[in-house]
C-alpha cells in the first residue's frame, strides 16, 4: 500500500529490502514551487536519521556550492529518486528506482521546477534513460522526460565525488553555478541576470 499527496510519500511497501533497512521514508525539502531542483539517488545514514536529502558531508558540499552561486538551501527543492535508505548504502536497484518513479514525476509536476540537477550517475541515467559518462557531461542541459512532461535537466557530479577527488570540485561548483544562472536565481537579488546569453 502506498500514499502520496503529489509531494510526500507518507507510506510504502513496495521495496521490501528498502522496508527493512530504512528508519523512516526521506521525502524532499524546499518550496513546493521551487525553480531548481536538486535529484540524488537516494538517503543514506545520515539522511535516513534525520529524515532530510543531502545533509552530513556530501550536504555540506552541496551547501557550500550553492552559497558560492548566490543561492541558499532554502532557495531550492533537494530529493532523491528513491525515498528509503538501500542497505549497506549499496545504489538502489533498477525495480527500487522503478517501484518509487511514480513518486518523483508526481513531485516534479507538483514544484513544475524550470531546471532540474541530476547530482551523479544513478539520477543522471534514470532520468535521461541512458548511459552517461558524468564527468564529461557535467554541466550540460538535457531535455528528459518526466512523466507527461518533457523536463530540462542539467548534469552534475555528485558533491561526494569532491571528497574523494578534489579535481572534481571545479567541475561540482560550476555545474551548480550554472545551474543558478539558467533558473534565473543567482541574480533574484537585483543583479545583472545573464539568461538572455543562453
Known amino acids: 500500500m502506498s500514499e502520496t499527496d503529489g509531494l510526500c510519500v507518507e507510506s510504502c511497501e513496495r521495496c521490501p529490502a528498502l522496508v527493512a533497512s530504512r528508519s523512516r521514508i526521506v521525502n524532499g525539502v524546499g518550496p513546493d514551487d521551487a525553480d531548481l531542483l536538486f535529484l540524488g539517488e537516494a538517503p543514506g545514514q545520515y ?72 547530482l551523479g550517475k544513478v539520477p543522471t541515467e534514470h532520468l535521461l534513460d541512458r548511459s552517461v559518462a558524468v564527468t564529461k557531461e557535467a554541466g550540460e542541459v538535457q531535455d528528459a522526460r518526466v512523466g507527461e512532461r518533457s523536463q530540462r535537466v542539467l548534469i552534475s557530479v555528485h558533491p561526494a565525488a569532491t571528497l574523494y577527488d578534489a579535481s572534481q570540485r571545479d567541475t561540482f561548483t560550476d555545474a551548480i553555478a550554472h545551474a543558478a544562472e539558467l533558473s534565473g536565481l543567482a541574480d533574484a537579488d537585483g543583479g545583472q541576470s545573464r539568461l538572455g546569453d543562453y
Open 47 to 118: 539522511e535516513d536519521e534525520g529524515g532530510e536529502p543531502f545533509v552530513g558531508r556530501s550536504g555540506d558540499v552541496l551547501d557550500e556550492a550553492l552559497r558560492d552561486a548566490g543561492l541558499s538551501r532554502a532557495d531550492v527543492r533537494i530529493t532523491n529518486c528513491v525515498r528509503c535508505r538501500p542497505p549497506d548504502n549499496r545504489d538502489p536497484h533498477k525495480e527500487e528506482l522503478a517501484n518509487c518513479r511514480g513518486y518523483l514525476e508526481a513531485e516534479i509536476a507538483a514544484v513544475d521546477p524550470d531546471l532540474v540537477v541530476t
